[in-house]
């Protein structure tokens, strides 16, 4: 079976000595073209995989940056079929660099589950996090996903005890996802130390990479939660960089360099993680 693109990256980055970056961007804010800049610009910017947020009108687990980026994609036109087609036009360029999908079920519910796989699978699509999605309901979507080869990657808090997690771990593939505090995006981590023992918990029930996310925002916090994890996740900080770059709800000559100014920061940080 060859191993997937996040697998591949993920070994490759671990022969380097570093986490791996993930951004997470808002597909189509603020609008389709400009989206699709910020997109492409990523891995040159320094992002080692890269989440893509389809919008959706009542995203729960998200804060406010992110719930106005996906409202501003949401007003452009940006549909699930649309999130498919940026990661066809990504393809065309990038071969290599992992692309996951993050939102919820709703859309892909009402797009219909066996043609959503197969149209995310033919674009290039490597992996899904769907945030309302339990291990109870894996039949839904997360088995479908894994036997269509998409990795199905599962989020774990700190409310996710050793008892809980067999269940959370049992289907994940890909890497898991350790959300470093209860609540929504764009809070601030509030124990660094408690994140790495988190990690390391984790780490005694599988031998996937466990990435961090929610509350990294700076380069100082990608060097410090990279010491304890295999990647460092971070999204509301890119989301607001496209927000504040706007006028009048238009984007500027500033909109992609926001974005991309801020992945390359972290960059810098991921690699002093472990030297």
Do not use: W
């Amino acid at each position: 079976m060859t191993p997937s693109r996040i697998a591949t990256r993920f070994e490759a980055l671990k022969a380097e000595g570093r986490p791996a970056l993930v951004t997470f961007v808002m597909g189509g804010d603020p609008d389709l073209a400009t989206s699709q800049a910020i997109f492409d610009a990523l891995p040159q910017a320094g992002a080692d995989i890269i989440e893509l947020g389809m919008p959706f009108s009542d995203p729960m687990a998200d804060g406010v940056a992110i719930q106005l980026g996906g409202q501003r994609a949401l007003a452009a036109g940006q549909t699930l079929r649309g999130i498919l087609g940026m990661v066809e036009d990504f393809r065309r360029k990038d071969e290599t660099t992992p692309v996951v999908l993050m939102g919820y079920y709703n859309p892909i519910f009402i797009f219909g589950v066996d043609k959503f796989l197969a149209a995310a699978k033919a674009a290039g699509v490597d992996g899904l996090i769907i945030v309302d999605l339990p291990p109870e309901e894996d039949e839904e979507l997360c088995i479908p996903a894994l036997e269509a080869g998409i990795n199905f990657i599962r989020l774990t808090t700190p409310t996710t005890d050793d008892k809980r997690l067999p269940a959370v771990l049992k289907n994940t593939s890909g890497f898991v996802y350790y959300v470093s505090m209860t609540g929504v995006t764009g809070a601030a981590i509030k124990s660094r130390g408690a994140v790495g023992d988190a990690v390391e918990r984790i780490k005694g029930h599988t031998d996937l990479p466990v990435a961090v996310g929610f509350g990294i925002k700076t380069a100082e916090d990608a060097a410090e939660i990279g010491r304890h994890a295999d990647g460092i996740v971070v999204g509301t900080v890119l989301v607001e960089a496209v927000g504040n770059s706007l006028v009048d709800g238009k984007a500027t000559d500033r909109t992609v360099a926001a974005v991309r100014d801020i992945v390359a920061d972290l960059a810098r940080g991921v690699k002093r993680a472990r030297s």
